[in-house]
Each structure stands twice: as C-alpha cells, then as structure tokens.
C-alpha cells in the first residue's frame, strides 16, 4: 500500500511541476486529497469499505456539478450504451410502465424471451430475484429487468388476482428507429414514427418514404414527439433526405478549438420539394432538435405540436481504465439560424445549487432563410402550438393511478375473443363506472393531492376536529362530483375513451389497429392534415411568395 500511495504521489507532484498555471494546480491539489482520503478510509475504518461504491458516489458527486449530460460508465453500462446506439438492448423483451405494484407490461415483443415465456400485456411485474419492487424508483425497477444476454432472471408477475414465478433467460433485442409507417386515410398522405437516432434510423426512414412513395404518397408528416434523439451523423443523414448536397445543417463551439467543427449535408437530396410537417413535443430532444430545428430554418418543413426539451449540448465518450468510459459535454451546438437552442444553464446556479434556466430574449432576433423570426434558448418552437397535454385532471389521474390499465386487464380476459369492430362499438364508459364502484377505486388529482398534504400538515400542527371532519365532508362530495362527471361529462369520457381503446386494439388485434385509431384521435395529426391539404395556408406559414 505504501509502494503505491509513494508512486500516486510522485505521479500527482509531476502534474503539478508541469502545470502552467494555479487552475492545474488546484487540480492535482483535489485529486491529492481525495487520494489520501481514500488511503485512510482503507487503513482505518471500522469496516472494510467497498471501493466500487465509494468511488462511484464520489465520481457521481463531482460530475453532478457539470450538466446532466456529462456522467461515467461502468463496463456493462457501456456495452448497454453500445447496444442502444445500434438499435438493441439486452432484456427479456417487454415494454413496460411505472405501476403502483411495479412494472406494468404494455407490450411483448416478437420472439423475446418474455413472449416465449408466457408474458402478457396487463401482466404487472411485482418482484424480480424475490425483490419486491413496490416501492422502488422507477428507475430502479426497469434496471433490475436488465443484465447481461443469457444470463438467467427470475420474475414474478400478477395477472388479474394470481401471482406467477418464471425463470426467463435475457437476449438482446432488437428495435426499429422506425416503429410505425403507413399511408392516412386520404390516400395522399404518409406518416412516418421515429423513435431514436440510432445507427439505422436514416436507412430506416429512407426504406419507408420509398414505400410510402410507391403507395402514392404526395405529402409526409414525420413524428418526432418522444424522440430523445441520439447519433449526431443520423440526424444529418435524415435532414440531407430533405435538403441537397453541402448544406449547413448544424456547427459546434466549445471551449476548446478542435471541438469546434460544421457538418454539410454530402449526397443528393431524396426529395427536396416534398410538402412536410414535423410533429414535436416537450420529449424531442437532441438529434430531434437538430432535424426540426434545421428543417425550420430553411422553410423546409412547417413544424407543429409543442416546444422542444431544449438539448442545445454535444458529448463525448472518452475512454478511461478497465472498460469504463466518461461521457463529457465537448460543446454546444448552433442550427443553421445561427440561434442556440439550449434551456438550462447549468453554468449559473442558484444558492442551493439548482441550474437556472435561459430565457429566451426577445430582442435577439434570428432568420430562417425566408425571413421569419426565430429565437434562441428553450428548445425549438413551433409554427403552430398544438398542446401535448390537454387531458383533464381526472383523466389523468384515472391514466396515472392505473386504474383505466387494470380495468382493461380484467375487461381482456371477459372478453377474450372479442372482434376489434364490435370492441369500437361498446359503451366503456359505463363498465369502468361499474368496475370503480366494485373496487372501491377514488382516483385522486394533483389538486386533490396538494390539499391531502396541506390537511395532514395542519393536522400535525394543531388540533383542529372540526375542520379535520368538515374537509372530510367536503372530499366526499368531491369524490361524487367526479363520479358525476365521469358519467355526464361528454368531452371527459370522450378523453377516457380514446385511452381505453387504443390500449384495449394493441390488445386485441396489435400494433396496426391501434395506430390506426390513434392516427384518427390525434389533435396533432388532424392539424398538420389540415396545414398540408390547405397548400396556401403551407406556403404563407414557411412565408414562401
């Protein structure tokens, strides 16, 4: 111990007498320090520390202080990384959500294990290795799911009031960047989904506007909305399907020049005139940002839906010892307009330590090349504002609460060879109603929620009988005004409606139906139809003469 702490010493005073100026220095100072730290916790304390945990909370720490982007990796969290870039994950194949009791199963995929298993959409997942995973963060759920291929886990799941324990063996899986294509109903219009910027996602939208072309298509909405983004070259790639050869499409600045670099569009354009509306929303980040965001400021696409997460930061990967690698944030990234999209400065923080947010200033004009204003800071903004989230607080709550999941779970299995048409005809609304009032099931709103806390505060703080009984009155004729709407309020059961059944068609009959009836649903949608077969209305949004 001693030969090695001599050798790390002599290693950091070299950093030092090489150093050029006190920044370095106070550098090596703190590497130093946390060296000696760690030599005395190894000598001294009471229990054998364990170094990988240690030193991971120390690197976490230290890197909390840059941005959210800039973080290590672990040997298998790389080779995880790897294969998220390349259009795989290693798992036993099921799409899932957070749920009260853990893991809720949405979809199986295609021959994955899961599917080989038994899985089910509905099934919840409530323990995996015997852990439970009720109260565990989300994160930490979805985690325990993954591991390495082949490697052996045991999950058990409850399908309705029956719990089941399977051993199911993980592989890698493979996803599409492209989830969903097809033609709408006006026989004029394709739709596009891409979910990621992987290493196949240019070829991916490629392959599909040539089918869509060969089926007719005059005009193409591509849906970037939940898209986090990914490879920078892909974005690239799919904006060069639009625009021609040598065309900026984005540059880099950072701190340090050979960073600092601008990316042209190479090949020849797939279709340049091509009429185009790209659907975003506060979940488009990144590489979706890029494409968008380029696409705006060359009038090349009119973009609807909500404003952009705001990822105006490029990174790296750098490799260190032992497998590991660190991602750093190497610069910012500038669309064509020359605006700057980023809307969290982590550079400047608040007394707690909290990062501020850019604001958009209004007197920092920027151009598209037809001359309509844009504006840096927080993200792209749309031509035209469709909100994202227009459900009403009950919806929501019925949605997040689980309960419109479980009901359809147990509505799938009365109803287990039901016609996809008939399905779209019954009345939903009125078996949910029937199926709460069995369960006793109250769903609670974020207000509801708010006043909850502030009631036990005050009960905690003073004695207060009256107002304690009075509240409780008045929650329960709370709880039946909401009842009353569920089963009076047109526009809250049409909401719940379209939840139900787009679950309720992936259950029943797959991906194609409910995309099909989630297209027809889509506020989004129905607006850039709208925008695209109104061809003069196109051309003054993108300000063409």
Do not use: C
């Amino acid at each position: 111990m001693q030969k090695i702490s001599w050798l790390l010493m002599m290693g950091l005073w070299g950093a030092i007498i090489r150093a050029q100026d006190d920044y370095y220095f106070q550098w090596a100072k703190q590497i130093e320090i946390l060296s000696s730290i760690s030599e005395q916790l190894l000598n001294n304390y009471i229990e054998e520390p364990n170094p990988e945990i240690l030193m991971n909370d120390a690197i976490k720490g230290m890197l909390s202080e840059t941005d959210r982007f800039t973080r290590f990796y672990t040997e298998q969290q790389m080779f995880d990384q790897r294969l998220r870039q390349a259009g795989k994950f290693s798992g036993i194949g099921v799409k899932v959500f957070n749920h009260k009791e853990g893991l809720a199963v949405t979809e199986v995929f295609d021959d994955s294990p899961a599917m080989k298993a038994g899985l089910e959409i509905g099934d919840v997942i409530i323990r995996v290795e015997g852990k439970d995973l009720k109260d565990l963060p989300y994160k930490a759920k979805k985690d325990l799911l993954g591991g390495k291929a082949g490697s052996e886990v045991e999950i058990t799941i409850r399908r309705l009031n029956k719990e089941q324990t399977l051993k199911v063996r993980r592989a890698v899986i493979r996803i599409n960047a492209v989830s969903y294509y097809a033609m709408l109903g006006d026989g004029k219009t394709g739709y596009l989904k891409l979910d990621k910027f992987t290493k196949t996602a240019a070829r991916e939208i490629q392959d599909a506007f040539v089918d869509l072309k060969q089926k007719g298509m005059e005009k193409l909405i591509l849906d970037l909305r939940g898209n986090p983004g990914g490879l920078l070259n892909q974005a690239i790639k799919i904006v060069n399907l639009f625009l021609p050869a040598q065309t900026l499409v984005v540059k880099t600045e950072g701190r340090f020049e050979r960073f600092n670099k601008k990316y042209y569009t190479r090949d020849e354009a797939l279709d340049e005139n091509i009429p185009l509306v790209i659907l975003v929303n506060g979940r488009s980040a990144s590489a979706s940002e890029i494409v968008s965001g380029a696409l705006q400021d060359y009038d090349r696409a009119v973009i609807v839906g909500d404003t952009t997460y705001g990822k105006g930061l490029v990174q790296r990967f750098f490799p260190l010892k032992y497998g590991t690698y660190v991602k750093i944030t190497i610069s910012k990234y500038y669309i064509p307009s020359g605006r700057q999209i980023q809307k969290i400065d982590y550079w400047h923080r608040d007394e707690s330590g909290k990062p501020s947010r850019f604001k958009r200033d209004k007197h920092k004009v920027f151009y598209t090349f037809n001359k309509r204003k844009v504006y840096e800071h927080g993200g792209i903004a749309p031509d035209i504002r469709i909100p994202s989230d227009t459900l009403f607080p009950l919806v929501k709550a019925l949605r997040n609460q689980n309960i419109l999941f479980d009901f359809n779970t147990v509505f799938r299995a009365r109803n287990p060879q039901l016609d996809p048409d008939t399905l779209l005809q019954i009345p939903l609304i009125p078996e949910l109603i029937q199926y709460m009032k069995k369960n006793k099931l109250d769903p609670e709103t974020a207000s509801e929620k708010q006043l909850d806390d502030m009631m036990e505060k005050l009960r905690k703080e003073i004695s207060a009988k009256d107002l304690m009984e009075q509240w409780k009155i008045s929650a329960e004729k709370l709880d039946h005004a909401q009842m009353k709407a569920l089963q009076n309020n047109a526009a809250i059961k049409q909401q719940i409606r379209i939840l139900l059944l787009s679950d309720l068609l992936l259950r029943f009959a797959g991906t194609d139906k409910q995309y099909d009836f989630k297209l027809k649903n889509d506020p989004a949608i129905k607006k850039a139809l709208e925008i695209l077969n109104d061809q003069k209305k196109y051309n003054k949004l993108l300000n063409r003469k």
